[in-house]
């Protein structure tokens, strides 16, 4: 996982021991044993986004998935709702391809309660995402204020 903003990929790298602070996001693990692996994402008001990223940094074909009826699943839990739009994305060229606005979705979850949030990649492609060339499979972006937790992100079938 990294932290990027201010339209540039400056590829801070999230650690999952210990916090990691920027101008534009503060993630930090969640430390709940039940969680392995879950960061606390504090989006501080810039223009930024935390992305997972292949360590090869080499593009995948995951159109299978789409073909497959699949979707992209990741846990959340709301401590703070955005107060701008936050959106989703996954592919190879920030910020050409579209993403999609969670923010109303996150809005209505309870706050503080983790929840796994689906979303088929039949509605992503709807928008435009081209999944032919994919090098970050998950990423968060906006330019307000929110508090997410997130935990494990997967992509599934059927």
Not at 80 to 96: G, K, M, N, S
């Amino acid at each position: 996982m990294r932290i990027g903003g201010h339209n540039t990929w400056s590829r801070q790298d999230i650690f999952a021991d210990r916090p990691t602070d920027t101008l534009v996001v503060r993630a930090e693990p969640v430390g709940d044993p039940g969680r392995p692996g879950a960061l606390s994402l504090r989006f501080k008001g810039h223009v930024a986004f935390v992305y997972a990223q292949d360590p090869d940094q080499r593009p995948r074909d995951l159109r299978g998935y789409l073909e497959a009826g699949g979707r992209l699943a990741f846990d959340v839990r709301v401590v703070q709702a955005p107060d701008l739009p936050l959106y989703l994305a996954c592919h190879d060229d920030y910020p050409a391809q579209p993403g999609l606005n969670l923010a109303p979705s996150l809005r209505a979850l309870p706050e503080g309660v983790w929840t796994t949030m689906e979303v088929p990649l039949a509605e992503l492609a709807r928008i435009g995402l081209d999944l032919r060339h994919v090098d970050v499979p998950f990423m968060l972006y906006t330019e307000g204020r929110a508090v997410l937790d997130v935990g494990e992100v997967r992509w599934l079938t059927g």
